[in-house]
């Protein structure tokens, strides 16, 4: 038996204004709200920095090249390096998703790491909580 990757995939774009609370994705609903605190949750729940979240975001598909600066890892990384280190297997990095700002920085990958520049800080005034359900 022969795998192949199927190059017919249909990659997943999808916008997402400022004021959006909820929105479905292939993998799940994504549920955006404003908290005051960060809470413990799992790897399906961040907490960002609201003022360095710049809109419209994008959920969209893993792209050749893509680069992120992953939590608790101290510097940029390739995602696909990431998802290798991580073993993920070449037939789910096609469902990887990810979410950016309008200035293509990703934010997290949907359900795994998020992007350290987003971090919540002592100086963050506004708590943005993004949740995979």
């Not at 005051?36 to 994008?58: A, G, Q, R, Y």
């Not at 608790?72 to 990887?96: I, P």
């Not at 700002?101 to 997290?108: C, F, H, L, M, N």
Request: hydrophobic share 40%; no cysteine.
């Amino acid at each position: 038996m022969i795998l192949a990757k199927n190059n017919k995939t249909e990659k997943t774009r999808l916008l997402i204004s400022k004021n959006l609370k909820e929105t479905n994705i292939s993998i799940g609903k994504l549920v955006f709200s404003k908290v005051d605190k960060i809470t413990n949750e799992d790897s399906n729940t961040i907490f960002l920095d609201t003022e360095k979240l710049i809109f419209p975001l994008k959920v969209r598909s893993i792209e050749p090249g893509d680069f992120f600066y992953p939590f608790g890892m101290g510097g940029k990384k390739k995602v696909s390096k990431f998802l290798k280190d991580e073993k993920v297997s070449l037939f789910n990095k096609e469902s990887v998703l990810v979410l950016e700002t309008s200035k293509k920085d990703i934010i997290w990958l949907i359900g795994m790491r998020f992007d350290d520049r987003f971090l919540v800080t002592e100086k963050t005034k506004n708590i943005t909580k993004i949740q995979l359900n």
